[in-house]
């Protein structure tokens, strides 16, 4: 049985779009067609009671998870079954050992950053982790996400208060917008806004198309 992709969401920080980026990223990857779940590693369990207020249903089955860190080796052999894709949405701390696990697991690790001082600051933390593991582990990828870009901003701005990092950041990125903050209230993704959305929803494309090929996977 082929295993899923994992891909591991993580950061240092709360707050820094690791919730939105899983499930924005849930929602575009089963637009393309992937059978795709979530599991959710934060004790805030902000992904399920996401998915939870869905009156539509969510695109991706969301599922919690706090048996460690043989637990998460077991669940993702079982949804080898049913998922292309696997979502890990961490806890906002890279010391929590369900960080470490899913770091362990993951085929492309992603870091939402904000870019301002305290966020960037925090990254070189989680950036030395992922390297670290990186250096046992060459088939693990990783990069930068930025999140929450002010549009006044222009791209290279974002790239130049980045540029001391290691690790690649992606060019695909997601700005400040309401309908990123609008869908958890509705428990879905941007794709379901309407006009309202669809400008977020373009940024959520590019990204998709980004992380698969980051998988190794065609779109
Ligand atoms: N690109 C964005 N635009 C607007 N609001 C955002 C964006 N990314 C995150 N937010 C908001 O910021 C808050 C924290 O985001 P969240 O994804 O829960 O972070 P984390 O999971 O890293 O703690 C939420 O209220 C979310 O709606
Ligand atoms: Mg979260």
Redesign the pocket.
Known sequence: MAKSRVITVL?QK????????TMQLAGGLARSGRRVAIIDLDPQE?ALRWAQAATEGFPAQVSKLDVLPGGLRAVLKQMARSADIVLLDCP?SIEHPATLAALQEADVALV?VVPSPADLWSTKGVERLILQVQASRKGLKAALVP??VLRTNLAWDVLEVMRDFTLPVLGAA?????A??QS?VIGGTVYQLGRAGSEAAREVDKLVAEVLKLTGEKL
């Not at 709360?14 to 980026?21: D, E, I, P, V, W």
């Open positions: 950061s709360g707050g820094a779009g690791k919730s939105t980026l902000t906002p939402p999140n929450r997601l700005s400040q917008r309401n990123f903050a958890a």
